[in-house]
């Protein structure tokens, strides 16, 4: 496709139950970066993966939040025992190449999908 | 450590004005990267642009400018003659040590009346 595609859009679940949300990054982008944006807030890293390989996991709130990109193109951004808390836009966006120190590549963005925690 | 403020939090103009939105950044880096991005009420946020701490040399693009000043650590953005299509929330961002996690700022609601 032309761009980062995310699904669901929009997802809505209860308290305790587990989501998986899917990305599509632009076709033979090497990077992959999952964000978390609260209301009114700048989205916050989560994840980033190089090709299959995940390099930080640093953002991860907790170890109910997992990713993975099994063979480098689409990836999912799995949470266990959804908390209130998760409620946010999660945002996925991708890069044609790894970001070094004399270059830094701009990120394409999807359109999000907005999870709803009751 | 980095840290990117935009102090504005929401500004609100009558079209056709101009407007500036500021951003403030602290890094640790003497070569770095910043960045604009917009954000529209469908929520994807749009890549503006990326400057390269060398260049000092504003930039300019139809009605959107960018001033880049490193001894007051500001990459303001201006926009001319606003429109209504204009309105959206602006973030400015930097990368982190690592060169790819992105520190953002809290974002600048712009509001364009008609």
């Known amino acids: 496709g032309a761009g980062v595609s995310q699904s669901p859009r929009y997802k809505v679940a209860k308290r305790g139950q587990d989501v998986a949300l899917r990305c599509d990054p632009i076709s033979g982008h090497v990077s992959l970066f999952w964000y978390q944006q609260a209301l009114g807030q700048g989205p916050e890293f989560l994840t980033y993966?190089?090709?299959?390989?995940?390099?930080?996991k640093s953002g991860l709130p907790s170890d109910r939040f997992f990713a993975e990109r099994p063979e480098g193109s689409v990836s999912t951004l799995k949470i266990q025992r959804t908390q209130q808390e998760d409620s946010a836009v999660y945002l996925c966006?991708?890069?044609?190449?790894?970001?070094?120190?004399?270059?830094?590549?701009?990120?394409?963005f999807g359109p999000g999908t907005r999870l709803t925690v009751l | 450590a980095q840290k990117v403020t935009q102090a504005q939090t929401e500004i609100s103009v009558v079209e056709k004005e101009d407007v500036t939105l500021d951003c403030v950044y602290e890094?640790?880096?003497?070569?770095?990267?910043l960045f604009w991005y917009k954000q529209p009420p469908s929520g994807e946020l749009v890549f503006l642009i990326r400057r390269n701490s060398f260049d000092e040399q504003n930039e300019i693009s139809g009605r959107y400018s960018w001033n880049f000043q490193k001894s007051t650590s500001s990459f303001n953005f201006t926009i001319t003659a606003s429109q209504v299509v204009d309105s959206a929330v602006y973030f400015c961002?930097?990368?982190?040590?690592?060169?790819?996690?992105?520190?953002w700022g809290a974002g600048t609601k712009l509001i364009i009346k008609p």
């Open positions: 966006a991708s890069s044609l190449a790894r970001p070094s120190g004399i270059s830094h590549n701009e990120q394409f």
């Open positions: 993966f190089q090709n299959e390989a995940q390099l930080d």
């Open positions: 890094t640790r880096d003497t070569t770095y990267y």
């Open positions: 961002a930097l990368p982190m040590d690592s060169n790819y996690q992105l520190i």
